[in-house]
């Protein structure tokens, strides 16, 4: 194997998969990646055997001779991003494990494991496929991701399950992802194109998604994404990334969101971003309760800790029924309004004991957040 690189190519390569390959296991060989240099440039594969990714160089490449080895990932990395010069020589001779790498001056000598023992990584061209651009794509995963539970014995909870959705007013098709923690629920919808039969309830784990994320990178690119029975892969250009789906029944979220109001709430996105972050810098580090008071069009957000001290800001707001104090936490208000992009948002509530709806104030997006109430003294 001999090829020459850009430090550029080799560094964009590699940062994809610093994320994906394990630093802790009983399997040394999920901590390298796998080099494959063949006539069309140089294929660059990581897996943890959950999460997989396999991108494609031919710019910037000039091959020598054709061979396989795999490397240990973060070390490559490291040695990619401080080379001297613009380019990075790699060889490895018939038979041997150890790769030379050279840039200007510097030389390395890194040994490695054969590439006929990494773990296989899922065939993309199985499932049925959709099409689904860069920007919807990255807003279904990160409006919902932090909604996902890290509690491993939830199991159901440890993803983002994946349905189909009618669009209102003849817009086609929405692909819908939801996720929930038990207090608060995240749900959003995008346009898809083609068709989509999911084989059995699809449930996408937390790392895949968080991964996937970092690979949304231009808007109006269009991702192939294709499911079978245990994994789903999303191809865009040279790259392919798949992820095994979680097993475990997610709920029926339907349950948890209000289908109806009592009180209705418009007020500017920014300004409760602003007061809830200065609010609960006295409020309690574990739980972030704060107290939402809504009467004579005003929301007064208050905050008290004995040791701390109280805080309290009011917004002018449009309000629709009767008074209330109701309490939440305010990290869950928070991560859902970084998440809307509209300037009004609405926040609908029933009594102080019903889960509270959070969305976009116009209304137009199939996008929504439930906040769960908290029993304040």
């Not at 494609?56 to 080895?69: C, P």
């Not at 490695?112 to 990494?118: E, M, P, R, S, T």
């Not at 231009?218 to 790259?239: E, H, L, R």
Request: negative net charge; glycine residues 8%; hydrophobic residues 40%.
């Amino acid at each position: 194997m001999e090829l020459r690189i850009s430090k550029e190519e080799l560094i964009r390569a590699l940062s994809r998969v610093q994320g994906i390959v394990e630093k802790r296991s009983t399997n040394p060989i999920i901590a390298n990646v796998l080099l494959e240099v063949d006539d069309a440039g140089l294929r660059v594969s990581a897996t943890d055997t959950e999460v997989s990714f396999v991108g494609r160089h031919s710019g910037s490449v000039e091959v020598s001779r054709n061979g396989s080895i795999t490397l240990g990932a973060r070390q490559l990395y490291e040695i990619a991003r401080l080379v001297p010069t613009d380019s990075v020589s790699m060889s490895l001779d018939e038979g041997s494990t150890q790769v030379e790498i050279r840039s200007g001056k510097a030389h390395f000598k890194v040994p490695g494991l054969a590439a006929a023992d990494f773990p296989p990584i899922p065939d993309p061209e199985d499932g049925a496929g959709f099409e689904i651009t860069t920007g919807a794509l990255k807003a279904l995963v990160e409006k919902v991701l932090f909604s996902i539970s890290s509690d491993d014995t939830r199991t159901g909870l440890n993803g983002a399950h994946v349905e189909v959705a009618e669009g209102e007013d003849g817009k086609g098709n929405l692909l819908r992802f939801v996720a929930t923690d038990g207090h608060r629920l995240s749900l959003c919808g995008r346009p898809y194109q083609g068709e989509y039969s999911a084989p059995r309830s699809v449930l996408l784990p937390k790392k895949g998604l968080s991964e996937l994320r970092k690979l949304c990178e231009k808007p109006d690119d269009v991702w192939s994404v294709s499911i079978t029975d245990t994994t789903a892969t999303f191809k865009q250009g040279a790259i392919a990334f798949s992820m095994r789906l979680l097993e475990g029944e997610f709920p029926d979220f339907r349950q948890v969101i209000p289908p109806s109001w009592q009180r209705r709430i418009l007020l500017q996105r920014s300004d409760l971003v602003d007061a809830l972050r200065r609010v609960s810098i006295l409020s309690s580090e574990k739980s972030h309760p704060v107290r939402f008071k809504i009467a004579d069009s005003t929301l007064t957000i208050t905050a008290r800790q004995q040791e701390a001290g109280e805080a309290k800001e009011e917004l002018e707001a449009q309000v629709d029924g009767p008074d209330i104090e109701v309490g939440f936490n305010a990290k869950y208000f928070l991560d859902a309004l970084g998440a809307l992009e509209t300037d009004t948002i609405a926040v609908e509530i029933g009594d102080s004991l019903s889960p509270c709806l959070v969305r976009p104030g116009d209304g137009e997006e199939d996008e929504l957040y439930v906040i769960m109430p908290m029993r304040l003294e």
